[in-house]
């Protein structure tokens, strides 16, 4: 029975709760529940902090599951991210007030605090930097105010916490993240894996696209398909009435309304668009 970690709480997990049910597979009715088995799919899931996946991951005890990408590197566990989900993205960077530092050189023995200790560290190390990384959970840009810290390294969405707190951000991000699939680091081929990993991008690349329909007469074939020339190719058929064709391909869903006005200018109609809940491409 493949087994699945899937996180408890926080921003990841309603998002990997609902993409695992769009993939089809059952999940839990009750958020006290912590273990579910869906025998239809012959998988069990574990409903974990979302900083304890990797190391379950990384130590084989469990074969997959979904966790930050900043959490992953963080922990430093043995399992590699092998399919990037496309949701809670987030982007880390080292903020101070100003006139303590402007660039990372020059956080050089300063203290910094973080909730992500091994993913400062790392970063530190790869430019040559040696400063002292204080652990602290939650609510870091207080501890320059407390003079626990010097500078902070945090997740940044509109930096108006940071510029409540009298801080501003400086030099590169450390990581942009966002949740991916993970299993352990040179775990053999499975193939019960390679099936969530199939479920879980034809759950993504239907999220991305829909479906666009269309007739078009027939000389303006090429010219519709070069608007909607789909993953692959798109299908065209002839219509009963001579001289027109009905095409079908798949759109960029952000793209729909764009696309459909302009191949309302080139004189297709008909023009439908359809939701994919499912693909394998």
Not at 91 to 106: I, K, L
């Amino acid at each position: 029975m493949l087994q699945i970690a899937v996180p408890n709480k926080g921003s990841l997990s309603e998002p990997s709760v609902q993409m695992l049910q769009e993939a089809g597979y059952r999940q839990r009715g009750d958020a006290k529940e912590l273990v579910l088995v869906d025998a239809d799919n012959d998988a069990e899931f574990f409903y974990l902090r979302p900083r304890d996946i990797a190391v379950y991951v990384g130590s084989g005890r469990l074969d997959a599951g979904i966790t930050g990408e900043d959490l992953l590197l963080d922990s430093g566990a043995n399992a590699r991210s092998i399919l990037p989900l496309g949701f809670a993205a987030s982007t880390f960077r080292f903020a101070a007030r100003p006139g303590t530092a402007s660039t990372v050189a020059e956080l050089a023995g300063k203290r910094i605090a973080t909730a992500y200790p091994g993913v400062v560290q790392s970063y530190l190390r790869g430019e040559g930097v040696s400063a002292d990384v204080i652990r602290l959970d939650g609510a870091v840009e207080t501890a320059v105010r407390l003079d626990v810290a010097d500078a902070i390294a945090d997740v940044v969405e509109t930096g108006t916490t940071l510029r409540n707190a009298g801080l501003a951000t400086f030099g590169e991000p450390l990581l942009t993240s966002q949740a991916v699939l993970v299993r352990r680091d040179g775990a053999p081929a499975d193939g019960r894996v390679e099936q969530l990993v199939r479920r879980l991008q034809g759950v993504i690349i239907a999220r991305q696209y829909v479906l666009m329909d269309y007739d078009i007469p027939d000389e303006l074939v090429e010219k519709a398909v070069a608007i909607t020339p789909g993953i692959e190719s798109p299908t065209v058929s002839p219509l009963h009435e001579g001289g027109w064709s009905a095409v079908r391909s798949m759109v960029k869903r952000r793209s729909t309304n764009r696309v459909m006005d302009e191949l309302w200018e080139l004189g297709a109609r008909g023009i439908l668009v359809t939701d994919i809940s499912a693909c394998r491409l």
